[in-house]
């Protein structure tokens, strides 16, 4: 994961936080032909259900990339659902880089784009600073960023 990060904070230099999600957002878009997206939004519509297959499917096929997860219960617009993930420790960016903007620019925002725009699906990534846990809540459509808690948390002074 060292490696990873080195070439993510090499890709963050030199450019503002829009132009590193717009960038972010362009690689995971090339990583699927356009029409397969056209399908799954068309297969799996946003919905509840389509929500909890996404979690569950984060929970099996992502532990390589972002740690141990599992599904839990979130509330989303006032109805309790299991379409939540709880990554115990986000090793990928918060444990490998400890860095808050590229938490934040390199991964929270353009994932949750991604999902909405090519999978059709709302999703909203809730990384915790603090124990470098992170929770995705499918379904729910994330704040605008300028709302956002992770917009306003300070850098780690010193490990970024």
């Not at 939004?41 to 389509?50: D, E, F, K, V």
């Not at 990928?92 to 808050?100: G, K, N, Q, R």
């Not at 600073?129 to 002074?157: H, K, N, V, W």
Request: charge should be negative; include cysteine; charged fraction near 20%.
């Amino acid at each position: 994961f060292d490696g990873f990060v080195d070439v993510a904070r090499k890709m963050m230099q030199g450019r503002t936080p829009v132009q590193q999600h717009e960038m972010v957002l362009r690689v995971l878009e090339s990583l699927m032909p356009w029409w397969i997206g056209a399908m799954i939004r068309t297969i799996l519509p946003a919905s509840r259900a389509t929500a909890e297959f996404y979690a569950h499917g984060t929970t099996l096929f992502t532990s390589w990339l972002i740690g141990p997860s599992e599904v839990i219960e979130v509330e989303v617009d006032g109805v309790k659902q299991k379409t939540g993930v709880h990554i115990q420790k986000c090793r990928h960016i918060l444990e490998s880089s400890a860095c808050v903007g590229l938490c934040t620019n390199m991964c929270k925002v353009p994932s949750q784009r991604f999902f909405a725009k090519e999978l059709g699906v709302p999703m909203t990534m809730v990384p915790n600073f603090e124990d470098m846990s992170c929770d995705f809540i499918y379904g729910q459509t994330p704040p605008p960023l300028e709302e956002d808690p992770a917009s306003r948390q300070p850098c780690y002074y010193g490990m970024c």
